[in-house]
């Protein structure tokens, strides 16, 4: 009976309702949106990489090693020497390495030179391998074995030829189609930024480098080459040949702090080794004040939103009044009177929050694909998880807890007035 | 039509001890005063109104009649004295029990802005029903369903027309209000209608043809009508009519409400 009233009643005050239920979805669909954004992109960010033990590049800090290396953002400033790498590489302790050699780019994806060893074992998810869709690994030094997002992107399919700029960006500094690649293969889908990678033979990226370097009439590629150090060509021996960093796994895990310690001393060159794991918990402490700001000003935005239906209720109390007496008068009591404003905010409260559930819902379907383009970050659309709920229910909670002010007003106001009609 | 039958109340069975068997209303020595201390606004040797009657209980604004009013709906309790509605000492109720008493037993009609705004015509008049199981079901017995009893009473008010009855309550006119209002206060058949002032905004025709109806929906529900007014020319239309001075030996000022 009560409840129904208070429907009615909203629904007589059509406007000032659906605003506050607005404002109130808007609230809730941005603190759920932020806790969301935070909770994928951490868990897209811990699901890029698995089984590796360490990760090594030269001298740099480590987050801005793991950055390059594993989540291709930002580029690499110093690469390793081939002899570093193999020094290393052929240790007691190692099980398998994989070299990566970055910086080039096809048509806006990263280009990944690596070896045949990437697809044997590369882990990411929980020790998940990387499967073909199509065709098969390297075979040949022209072979390209290209992400899920490229093929789809670009519209390519195991035995197509492309060509690979030197350069990492959309536009590149030259292109040379004298030897195009071989698409060998494309991997499945996984959720990550192998999805957005054109990976391609040492031997590969070795002969792209080779023909931009002897691009001696553009003035602009020589400008560009006399200016990237770290860019250097190498086309004589495999011996002079630079990679990036090398991810590293080991026969016992155990032996990961050793080893981390042998790299940093190397004394070949300074090297950085890092354990993927560990750095991304600085990743996320970095990140994580920024994250606490972010929930801090969506939650002072739920606070915003409850305030305006705190407003719109208390001011319309005064007129209500005599619609308070008349209720009296025909045997509402004040507790009925108490109720009726207190379901108004549960009933504003919960169409706000539900409203707010699925415009996010909407709002992370429609907004996917320029996530994962754009950010590299891979939302799962699932239902909220337990956190989430405790979001909600802390929401409704408050709206209910604010109903109660304007509730206990005009409980006092029908406990004073009764039945005396008040204008 | 035969409903001049004791009704029997399912909720609060009316207790007759103590209080003539017809009387509807029975105060004695009753006070009361807003500050919970003497002066009193209310001092009230007795009254008596009497199952069916129709008493006019005039007096100057600000003189305790809307807090006579308050007393008899039980929204507030008296001091000293008791009163007695259908034989129920409601001073001895409980804060619950007496909203339920009064959804029971009492109908209203206010001066003004009687009907709920969000409301239909026809819900309005069946919101009583809504706190009052005894209402509706007498109401359900009367018309078929609540509804239909609200849309019969309406008739008899000159209000039956569909295309009113569609209209928002906003949209009607003062007259057509509280003839809606008054539909609502005899619905379910209550043993005690009162009125407070409930013509001081109609014209001298309308006000002839409302109290006219009023007067004959009471007769034809046996609801005993309370009708205050300020309004000396209306006393001869009624049973009875009271000054108000002459009953109340209150000499406190007038009520300082919250």
Known sequence: MILALAVKSLRNRKFTAVLTVLSIALAVMLLLGVERLRSESRESFAATISGTDLVVGARSSPVHLLLFSVFRIGNATNNIRWDSYRAIAQRAEVAWTIPLSLGDSHRGFRVLGTTREYFEHFRFGRDRKLELAQGGPFDDMHDAVLGADVAVKLGYKSGDSMVIAHGAGDVSFSLHEDHPFRVAGVLERTGTPVDRTVHVTLEGMDAVHAEAAEDAFDPLAAAVRAGADEHEHHTEKKTDRAITAFLVGLKSRGAALSMQ????????????????????????????????????????VVVVGLAGMLVALLTSLSERRREMAVLRSVGARPMHIFGLILGEAAFLTLLGIALGIAALYLGLLAGRPWLESRLGLFIVVG????????????????????????????????????????? | MDVSAPATSQTLPPQRSGGSPEAVVELSGVRFSWSGAPPFVIDIGSLRVARGERVFLRGPSGSGKSTLLSLLAGVITPMEGTIRVLGQNIGALGGAARDRFRADHIGFIFQMLNLIPYLSVVENVCLPCGFSPRRKERADREGGTAQAEAVRLLEHLDMGDAAVLRRPVTELSVGQQQRVAAARALIGAPELVIADEPTSSLDADRRAAFLDLLFRECAREQAALIFVSHDASLAPLFDRAIQFADINRATGPAPALV
């Open chain 1, 383 to 423: 239902w909220p998880s337990a956190y989430e709920f405790a979001l909600m229910i802390v929401v409704a909670v408050a709206g209910v807890l604010i109903g109660l002010i304007p509730a206990y007003r005009i409980y006092r106001y029908s406990l004073a007035d009764g039945m005396t009609i008040r204008i």
């Open chain 1, 261 to 300: 310690r042998l790299v940093n001393e190397y004394s070949g060159e300074p090297l950085t080794a890092i354990l993927p794991g560990a750095t991304l918990l600085e990743v996320w402490e970095i990140v994580g004040a920024a994250e606490k700001t972010l929930f801090a000003v969506s939650a002072l």
